[in-house]
């Protein structure tokens, strides 16, 4: 079955640039989102179709996807950030999440 | 704005059937260009894909789940849902609905607040 791996936590410096990947097999062909979950709260989709951006969500979020691996990355990160961020795909008519990766802000 | 809401008991005893509902307010859960989908979340755990629904009926299940679970559409009342057959512990989550794109791209771009169900006895 197919599977989306993520690393299970990334530090970063406020103000740095924090990337976090998703990685599976021809990843690339297919189209990754993101989602944010802050404790206690429901999930945010930040970006969807590879490297689009809902409305209200900030310029610092971007995305890539390519090969095997998609990439979310968070320029300037800001301590606001420090959440769950989980990669999503489709495939085979199924939604795949990645394991999660918590991102801290210190 | 559309907006979710689920609703259900909190409380489900082993073997028993959990059945939630989610309804859909702003928006229209027959319009084409959205599926709809549950999602669960165990404790301090990560998310796992329940299954997805078209208005018309068509049903998309993940294979782990798939012979325990039905999720349905009911247009009149703008709502749809859950049921999952013979719960054990290892059900307890928090259970979210949400908006699912139709297009390729197949993201989740609203969920509701979540319910949490806990299986015990």
């Known amino acids: 079955s197919y599977e989306l791996t993520q690393p299970p936590s990334v530090s970063v410096s406020p103000g740095q640039t924090a990337s976090i990947t998703c990685s599976g097999d021809k990843l690339g062909d297919k189209y990754a989102c993101w989602y944010q979950q802050k404790p206690g709260q429901s999930p945010v989709l930040v970006i969807y179709?590879?490297?689009k951006r809902p409305s209200g969500i900030p310029e610092r979020f971007s995305g890539s996807n390519s090969g095997n691996t998609a990439t979310l990355t968070i320029s300037g990160t800001q301590a606001m950030d420090e959440a769950d961020y989980y990669c999503?795909?489709?495939?085979?008519?199924?939604?795949?999440f990645g394991g999660g990766t918590n991102l801290t802000v210190l | 704005q559309v907006q979710l809401q689920e609703s259900g008991p909190g409380l489900v005893k082993p073997s028993e059937t959990l059945s939630l509902t989610c309804t859909v307010s702003?928006?229209?859960?027959?319009?084409?260009?959205?599926?709809w989908g549950w999602i669960r979340q165990p404790p301090g755990k990560g998310l796992e894909w329940i299954g997805t629904i078209y208005y018309s009926g068509s049903t998309y299940y993940n294979p782990s789940l798939k012979s325990r679970v039905t999720i349905s559409v009911d247009t009149s009342k703008n709502q749809l849902s859950l049921k999952l057959s013979s719960v054990t512990a290892t059900d307890t989550a928090m259970y979210y609905c949400?908006?699912?794109?139709?297009?390729?791209?197949?993201?989740?771009?609203?969920w509701g607040q979540g319910t949490m169900v806990t299986v015990s006895s």
């Open positions: 999503q795909a489709w495939d085979s008519s199924t939604v795949l």
């Open positions: 702003g928006g229209s859960i027959s319009s084409s260009s959205y599926f």
């Open positions: 179709q590879d490297s």
């Open positions: 949400a908006r699912q794109y139709s297009s390729s791209s197949k993201a989740l771009d609203v």
